[in-house]
């Protein structure tokens, strides 16, 4: 049995992807929440309130992913997102430390519910509709992986593009140009990813769709460099 359901799965899914946070540790918190392989008609995994103490009611997992990720990107939680590029461990610890949970997790649910999950977590992820039959967590980071440097590739190719044509100084110009450089790695890297996740039919997920559309995107600005 998937240690998550779902409407579970594609709340961490899109959680994920709007935060860059570790996606073991997103499904532990909600296994911590909200339990395991649970499905909650409200869609609210992580249990927000409103100001009258009542849990907010969503219309899909997806719209209570983006409150949440809008949440946790207020000064209150900064000190959660400043692990994204740090350990699991570290995640752990910082959403301890913030005031999310007024007892700081402190029965040491967070940590068992993340143990459990890694000790589970080639079954993960149930088949949501999002999540093609067999998607688990590895596919998940991939693709995570591929949609984030085809991102970052294609800001820096438009941002170059764009400040090419403005008419600067030679020095601006240069440090674009090591941007530029720098972004065909990424895209190259993300070219590579998306191509291994056609073997997992990663592709056909939303992750995968968006990394292609920020890849073509690139590839369309680099294109009209080389013609200016």
Do not use: C
């Amino acid at each position: 049995m998937p240690l998550l359901s779902p409407d579970q799965s594609a709340f961490v899914e899109h959680l994920g992807l709007a935060l860059g946070l570790d996606q073991y540790v997103l499904a532990a918190w909600v296994i911590a929440e909200s339990g395991p392989n649970k499905t909650k008609a409200n869609h609210n995994y992580l249990n927000m309130m409103d100001s009258h103490g009542q849990q907010i009611t969503y219309a899909s997992a997806a719209d209570a992913a983006s409150a949440a990720a809008d949440n946790l990107s207020t000064p209150l939680y900064a000190s959660i997102l400043a692990t994204r590029h740090q350990t699991p461990a570290a995640t752990i610890a910082a959403i301890k430390a913030s005031p999310w949970d007024v007892d700081h997790y402190s029965n040491g649910v967070l940590d068992r519910t993340y143990a459990q999950v890694q000790s589970g977590a080639v079954g993960l992820l149930g088949n949501s509709g999002s999540n093609p039959s067999g998607f688990d967590q590895f596919g998940l980071g991939i693709a995570q992986g591929a949609y984030g440097a085809a991102g970052d590739a294609s800001r820096i190719l438009d941002d170059a593009f764009s400040f090419a044509l403005g008419g600067h100084t030679p020095a601006e110009l240069a440090v674009r140009l090591a941007e530029l450089v720098a972004g065909s790695f990424l895209l190259a890297a993300g070219l590579l990813t998306l191509a291994a996740l056609l073997f997992r039919d990663v592709e056909r997920t939303p992750i995968g769709q968006q990394a292609g559309r920020r890849i073509r995107h690139a590839a369309e600005l680099a294109a009209a460099a080389v013609i200016a």
